[in-house]
């Protein structure tokens, strides 16, 4: 709907149409998307993306898909495309539509082949929390335990099993041993400076927080990110980690 939207009306009035009211993106630091685009002059550009991954809260206020994205700026014909992947976290609003309160992504590579096919985890929408328990706890744990002990130490006690994370300039990563895998090659320190938005619905939960990476040369990497989580079996889990760096300026 959105592609289509685009290629009819233009990339701006898409995400205006297409994000909530108050829904944030990353430019790179968040700002509300509806008024950025809204201010811009209009593009030619051409974007289209295909979800991969979709899953819903079990009292469906909240869902979040994930998929890859082509970005031609000078329109459908560019040669010059931008190929990423983003994540867009959806929210039923008082009319009953779903619009996106949340939407990033990361560049990368040309893929050797885009995937078409999107799928959904077995346990979407199952887990009713009856007992009404949030994420905050293990959320604001998994800051303390990654500001002590570093990022691979907090992956490895909440990130699932099936946990995806995406990165500036790579591939997505899926799966919790690909993912430490990945961070045992960072030695880097990292704190958090704030939690912006927390936002629970019965299952799932999201947050958006900013981050300073010192690495081991001393030099700072600052930036935002996302996370998804969920209750399985009664315990919450990370099954969704987005970084978006602050380019140096």
Do not use: C
Not at 9 to 18: H, L, R, S, T
Not at 137 to 158: I, M, P, Q
Not at 197 to 202: C, D, E, H, K, R
Request: aromatic share 14%; glycine share 6%.
């Amino acid at each position: 709907a959105f592609e289509r939207f685009s290629a009819e009306k233009g990339i701006n009035p898409a995400f205006v149409e297409f994000l909530a009211p108050d829904g944030i993106m990353f430019f790179p630091n968040p700002v509300n998307g509806r008024e950025f685009w809204k201010s811009r002059p209009a593009s030619p550009a051409f974007l289209t993306w295909n979800p991969t991954f979709i899953d819903v809260s079990s009292n469906g206020a909240l869902g979040y898909s994930i998929g890859n994205s082509v970005y031609r700026p000078q329109g459908r014909d560019d040669a010059n495309a931008v190929y990423g992947q983003y994540l867009s976290i959806w929210q039923r609003q008082p009319d009953g539509n779903y619009r996106a309160v949340l939407d990033v992504g990361i560049s990368h590579a040309k893929p050797e082949k885009i995937e078409t096919e999107w799928k959904s985890p077995t346990d979407s929408g199952k887990e009713l929390n009856a007992r009404k328990s949030s994420a905050a706890d293990n959320v604001n744990s998994f800051f303390e335990t990654a500001t002590r002990d570093g990022l691979k130490k907090a992956y490895k006690s909440f990130a699932a099993e099936d946990v995806r994370a995406l990165r500036e300039n790579q591939f997505p990563i899926s799966g919790k041993n690909n993912l430490l895998s990945e961070t045992k090659k960072d030695k880097s320190k990292i704190f958090f400076t704030k939690r912006s938005v927390f936002f629970g619905a019965a299952d799932m939960a999201y947050i958006t927080n900013s981050y300073a990476l010192t690495k081991k040369d001393n030099s700072t990497e600052k930036g935002n990110f996302v996370q998804i989580w969920k209750l399985r079996g009664g315990r919450w889990v990370l099954v969704m980690d987005v970084f978006v760096p602050i380019p140096e300026k």
